[in-house]
């Protein structure tokens, strides 16, 4: 037997469950409503509630993971070319002066740079 705690930590632990599942839930929801409303047949408004939950839950859930898939290939692509950018500015570093110091050249040979 299972328990109501198996299900909420398949809906933590999955992702795009709880989404996929809350759309169809609200679809088959107002699609079942809408085909009672028009046809008045409760078995019929059922088929189609149950049958446009599955159809949006599925869709729902495998759109989520399509999208979360380039979200990650988009953020992978975005650290490759920080950490690219974040190499070359480590890497540089002025040359130093005929004094030896890499400040540029401000200060002269035998005095201290003075301090604004």
């Not at 169809?24 to 409760?42: A, E, K, M, P, Y």
């Not at 979200?71 to 570093?93: C, I, P």
């Amino acid at each position: 037997a299972h328990r109501w705690g198996d299900l909420t930590n398949v809906l933590h632990e999955e992702p795009c469950a709880r989404e996929g599942l809350l759309y169809g839930i609200g679809t088959g929801l107002g699609v079942g409503l809408l085909r009672f409303i028009r046809t008045g047949r409760g078995i019929n408004a059922g088929n189609w509630a149950v049958g446009s939950f599955a159809v949006v839950a599925i869709v729902a859930k495998k759109l989520c993971h399509y999208q979360q898939k380039h979200q990650r290939a988009k953020t992978r692509t975005l650290l490759e070319m920080q950490s690219k950018v974040s190499a070359r500015v480590k890497g540089f570093e002025p040359a130093p002066d005929a004094n030896g110091s890499a400040n540029g050249g401000s200060a002269t040979q035998g005095e201290p740079e003075k301090s604004k």
